[in-house]
C-alpha cells in the first residue's frame, strides 16, 4: 500500500499537502519507492533483452546470461536511483541557497526522490514514441526543474545572516 500511496502523492506534486506527506516517509521508503517504480518501468526493456537475446548463444551460454542480468541489473538500477537523485539532490541544494530557503539535503533528496516519478514515466513513455534522447532529457529537465523550484519555494525563508 504504500507504493501506490507515494506513487499517487508524486503524481500531484507540486501540492503542498503531497509533498507534506511525502517527506514525513523515512530514507528507506523512498528508497524502495524508486527502485519498485524503476523496476516496473524498466521490465519491459528487461524481458525484450531476454526474449531476443541472440539464437547463436548456447543454452549454458543463455542461463548464465539470465542469471546474471537478473542479479546485477537490479544492483545497477539501486546504484543508478542512488547516484541520480543524489546529483538532482546536489541541484536541488544550490537552488535551495539561490532561494534562501531552510532545506536540509535529507530533505531536497526525499523531494527529488518524488518529483522524478512523473519525468522518469514521461521519459519512458517518450522513448517507446522514438523521441530522440535529447528532447527527452530536456523534458525531464524542465519538468524536474519546474516541480523544484515550486517545492522550494513552499519553505520559509532561511534567516539573514548578520
Known sequence: MGFFD???NSLRLPKKEAMFKLNRKGITNTILYLFILLLLLFSPDMITSIIYLETNVTEVSR???????LV???LLIVFLILVGVSIL?????LMR????RK???QQLWKLTAYAST?????SVVLKYLTVPDSVSALIFLSIFGYYMYRMI???PKAPAKA
Do not use: N
Open 6 to 8: 507515494s506513487l499517487m
Open 72 to 74: 546485477f541489473y537490479p
Open 63 to 69: 542461463g548464465m546470461y539470465v542469471v546474471q542480468f
Open 153 to 155: 519555494t513552499v519553505y
Open 103 to 105: 532545506l536540509t539535503y
Open 89 to 93: 539532490a546536489g541541484a536541488g541544494l
Open 118 to 122: 512523473l519525468p522518469l514515466i514521461l
Open 97 to 100: 541557497k539561490w532561494l534562501s
